[in-house]
């Protein structure tokens, strides 16, 4: 058979559901090959977003999201997405197409070297240069972006290898078991954990990589140890479990910090250093950090770690639980109760723009438990991690690694194809929405429906804020927009206009329910950001 053939027998191998992207003239071989194979190509409207769409259909489904594109200005388009899979520890593989094996060695039209490009923001980059080695390739890529720390794989895919007769089989898929944490290990983080007065669990996007959240909760209900979460895994324990403290990864202080400050103990699980940097959450450096993972720790000066336990995270968690002291009494509690009443008190708030505690009242409101919501990188992530509960992990999914603009609508059109039965909800800034603004046409034309949620602001809201914040004064952060509500009918989607606060839960709902692509544009009262950092600055621990 054809060598282009031959991989999408390999990718077929893998379970591979559908291919996100753009074809070019340096993967036809790939292309027609793909008519005759159950994968649905998914054509997108820039690379861009077809990266960001097998990033998210990666974080959702723990399989890796394909993605194509052709060479040279394809692939440095693809770019962002796959970087951002691969920090944020998104099973991901990336393909595309290459100019002929002939014309490599030479300035030639389109023609960069892709797998060198591709390896800085990938564990493994390739080039087929034999069609005898595609099963080897295919089953390697897919194998290192979906094991421990998962993330991206590259090949490159040169034209005349897609066309060459090649007489080989997909090789078998077989995914490695994680080793089991030593004891002795195991008993060091028992003694360290039994011997603590105030012990915190931070838990990492890795519980959630692990699947391992019931272990988690049975662990922190066992011990009676307090759960913070970073932004990344929101929903890894039940927001409405007492010992839940919320989301940790603002730069200023919050409850939650009140938390560290006050534990001598922090158990960090799936952690990893990317998702909010250990200066912000533990700048005195010297609490006792027993470090559960699949991985040895990263080094660095502010995450001393005391006792690492590396292995199974689900299998450490029911170890040491089992053998732990249980701690008593609850005294984080008024943390969470601080954090709750907040969130509730612009419940009925009718001012005008709409406040973003509203907006997320609303949302939340309008949702159903097991709904997706998809957030873009801005002001609104902010207020989005901190105050959107979540009783259910991968509900909210926030690029808190990378932290690329532009992830939200290709995100939720992914997230819509991996969930048809579950509502999901893009939740965005006007300038990030704007980014991928074309795959409205893919969200349309692929009949997922969904609601896109812009926080009109008319500018890049959290540098405005960080700026204020640090000069007093504001630096070409703002921007005219489209009129969004013509933009979406243009597109044939539906188009809604915020001009009440009342409107906004009827809308949410409607749009919800319908079988459209429903695109509202919510101005939002962003001063209300400066009064966060105000109150945050002058907050005292209530406890
Ligand atoms: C691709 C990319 N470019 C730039 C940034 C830096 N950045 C982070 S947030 C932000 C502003 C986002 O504005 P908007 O999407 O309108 O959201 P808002 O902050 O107003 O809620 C910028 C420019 C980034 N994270 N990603």
């Known amino acids: ?56 259909y990666g974080r959702l489904t723990g399989r890796a999201g394909v993605c194509l594109s052709t060479l040279g200005p394809g692939a440095t388009n693809l770019i962002t997405g796959v970087a951002d899979a691969n920090m944020d520890h998104a099973p991901l593989v990336a393909i595309a197409g290459q100019a002929s094996t002939h014309r490599l060695h030479k300035e030639s039209h389109q023609v960069l070297d892709l797998e060198q490009m591709f390896q800085p923001v990938t564990k493994y980059s390739s080039r087929l240069l034999t069609p005898t080695t595609i099963p080897e390739v295919v089953r390697k890529a897919f194998k290192l972006a979906q094991t421990e720390k998962s993330g991206a794989s590259f090949i490159e895919f040169p034209e005349n290898v897609a066309e060459m007769e090649v007489d080989e089989q997909p090789l078998p898929v077989k995914n490695p078991l994680l080793p089991e944490p030593a004891s002795s290990q195991v008993e060091r983080a028992v003694q360290v954990i039994s011997g603590a007065r105030a012990p915190l669990i931070l838990a990492g996007n890795g519980v959630i990589r692990a699947r391992a959240w019931q272990q988690l909760a049975d662990f922190a209900e066992k011990l009676n140890i307090p759960v913070a979460n970073t932004f990344m895994a929101k929903g890894v324990m039940p927001f409405r479990h007492p010992l839940t403290l919320g989301s940790a990864g603002l730069q200023a202080k919050d409850y939650v910090h009140c938390g560290f400050e006050g534990a001598d103990v922090i158990i960090c699980i799936g952690y990893d250093l990317v998702e909010y940097h250990p200066y912000l959450w533990h700048p005195s450096r010297d609490r006792a950090i027993v470090h559960i993972d699949t991985m040895p720790a990263e080094v660095d000066a502010y995450y001393p770690v005391q006792v690492g336990v590396v292995g199974d995270i689900k299998h450490s968690l029911v170890r040491i639980g089992e053998l732990a002291t249980p ?3 609850h005294r984080l509690r008024p943390l969470r109760e601080a954090l709750i009443r907040e969130m509730k008190a612009c419940s009925t708030d009718t001012g005008f723009p709409v406040k973003p505690q509203k907006i997320i009242w609303d949302l939340r409101t309008a949702m159903a438990l097991e709904d ?8 609104h992530k ?6 959107f509960r979540c009783e259910l992990p991968n509900t909210c999914i926030i690029s808190n690694g990378f932290a690329s603009m532009g992830i939200a609508l290709p995100g939720a059109i992914a997230a ?17 929405f704007m980014m991928n603004v074309q795959e409205i046409e893919t969200a349309v034309r692929m009949n997922t429906p969904l609601v896109v949620l812009i926080w009109n602001d008319g500018g890049y809201g959290l540098i405005k804020w960080k700026q204020m914040s640090q000069f007093g004064r504001i630096s070409n952060v703002e921007f005219d927009n489209p009129d969004f509500v013509l933009l979406a009918q243009s597109f044939g989607a539906v188009g809604v206009r915020i001009t009440a606060t009342e409107q906004l839960l009827p809308a949410l709902r409607l749009a919800l329910e319908s079988d459209s692509v429903t695109i509202i544009d919510c101005p939002v009262d962003y001063a209300e950001n400066l009064k966060l950092t105000a109150t945050l600055g002058e907050m005292v621990c209530p406890i």
């Open 382 to 387: 902010m207020w989005m991690a901190r105050m």
């Open 372 to 379: 997706i919501v998809i957030c873009d990188v801005g002001a």
């Open 416 to 432: 819509r194809l991996a969930f048809p039965e579950r509502k999901v909800v893009a939740v965005t800034g006007d300038a990030g």
């Open 327 to 329: 701690h008593q009494g």
């Open 1 to 56: 058979m054809k060598a282009a053939k031959l991989f999408v027998r390999c990718l077929e191998n893998e379970g591979t559901e559908y291919i996100f992207g753009i074809p070019g003239e340096e993967n036809l071989d790939i292309m027609d090959a793909l008519l005759d194979s159950p994968i649905r190509f998914v054509v997108t409207r820039h690379e861009q977003g077809a990266a960001f769409m097998a990033d998210v």
